[in-house]
């Protein structure tokens, strides 16, 4: 079996990202200066590339640098936040797709 060296681009919207935005932070539910954070553990990448828009979720300027000083993001979600950031971002897009007009 081969397979192609050519990758699929990652899904990018700004428009989305201003969507994910405009929610509070996924850790500590704080409504101001919220970020979107691109959850490295979602899917996997090539070296500095960035995960899909699909895969941003909301969060603070505080949390979004805890989370970045980590090593492992799935470890900082599981002691910083009660909700599954992978399940959001998933429901969060179906949500969006489904209210957008095309």
């Known amino acids: ?11 990018r919207s700004a428009a989305y990202l201003k969507t994910v935005r405009g ?11 919220v970020q979107a954070h691109h959850l490295r553990h979602a899917e996997r990448r090539g070296m500095g590339r960035k995960a899909s828009d699909i895969w941003a979720v909301p969060l603070c300027v505080t ?20 909700t599954d950031p992978i399940d959001w971002a ?10 957008s007009d095309g």
């Open 1 to 11: 079996m081969t397979t192609s060296r050519f990758k699929q681009k990652p899904w």
């Open 23 to 33: 929610e509070p932070c996924l850790s500590c539910g704080f409504p101001f200066d």
């Open 63 to 82: 949390c979004h640098m805890n989370c970045h000083t980590v090593g492992r993001e799935a470890d900082w979600w599981i002691a910083h936040s009660r």
């Open 90 to 99: 998933m429901k969060f897009h179906k949500k969006y797709e489904d209210n």
